[in-house]
């Protein structure tokens, strides 16, 4: 089960203006995120077994597989929301754009920036305005804007995650008076607000109705030039649907999780290299 906590702290650092008067901007667009022989225990429970997965910038990538697998582990483990839980710890490399976000001298936070979370249930901030949950990251980062700068920035967040049209004419409404699908775009607007070279998604469409989880992966299709999104999905169709690869998890009796196979999506569901690939995509299991 996902944990519902979207905005943690993050490392305040001074803004790069984007130099169209739009607000700040961070990084420098969309990175390759990889793993290198990634490890994970609960306490004296392992849970992932050397999991290397190389998740290239402007594309999707779906990790696929059983519950109890590892790939929501797997998932915080990429932006290092794993050493949340006490009993929590990991051995191996997370690299963005080559870079291991778990250096000594990384702050933690500021990966958690870089690489931003949408999780399973949408949590905007109920009471607080459309509006204000959409700047909300950058008051938690300390970043200072003019006014101008923030309502670009809530348009064209807003834009970005389908939800502009929606709502422009009620921006200081509740977000909590959303619809579930609608609060769930304002979350991805939110997470982009501080300009994320990765977007991780846990599942965001489970707790949503088809046409809602229609507009959700239409967002995820038009983001896609704009951040590097990895998405935990049980939806095979949705897999095949929204990810350019596909990563599949399996954890077989109590063992723990490992990839199984990885590699283009079409492929993944059309020619699986393993036996147990082709049962999982065509639903013969799991």
């Known amino acids: 089960m996902s944990e519902n906590t979207d905005l943690v702290d993050t490392a305040v650092q001074p803004p790069v203006e984007d130099g169209r008067g739009g607000g700040p901007r961070f990084g420098d667009g969309p990175a390759t995120l990889r793993a290198d022989a990634v490890s994970a225990w609960f306490g004296d429970h392992k849970v992932l077994d050397r999991v290397s997965l190389t998740m290239p910038a402007r594309q999707v990538t779906a990790l696929i597989g059983p519950s109890g697998c590892g790939k929501s582990t797997f998932l915080r483990i990429l932006n290092r929301m794993h050493e949340l839980i006490g009993s929590a710890s990991l051995a191996g490399r997370v690299l963005l754009d080559e870079v291991d976000i778990y250096d000594r001298g990384r702050r933690i936070t500021h990966a958690r920036r870089e690489i931003g979370m949408v999780f399973q249930k949408p949590n905007p901030f109920p009471a607080m305005s459309i509006y204000d949950n959409v700047v909300a990251g950058l008051r938690l980062n300390a970043i200072r804007t003019g006014r101008e700068g923030k309502d670009d920035l809530v348009e064209e967040c807003l ?128």
């Not at 409404?173 to 998604?201: D, N």
């Not at 846990?202 to 299709?221: F, G, K, M, V, W």
């Not at 990810?243 to 998890?249: G, K, L, Q, R």
Request: charged share 25%.
């Open 159 to 286: 834009t970005k995650a389908g939800l502009w049209k929606e709502v422009r004419d009620r921006l200081r409404q509740p977000g909590g008076a959303l619809s579930g699908g609608q609060q769930q775009r304002l979350c991805i607007a939110r997470s982009l607000a501080v300009r994320p070279r990765v977007l991780l998604m846990d599942e965001p469409c489970s707790a949503l109705d088809p046409t809602s989880t229609r507009r959700i992966e239409e967002t995820i299709h038009d983001l896609r030039d704009e951040v590097t999104i990895v998405i935990v999905t049980h939806n095979m169709q949705q897999a095949a649907r929204v990810s350019d690869n596909c990563a599949f998890f399996l954890a077989a009796h109590g063992t723990p999780g490992v990839i199984v196979e990885h590699g283009g999506t079409h492929a993944m569901f059309n020619s699986p290299q393993d036996e147990r690939t082709s049962d999982y995509v065509n639903g013969r299991f799991g």
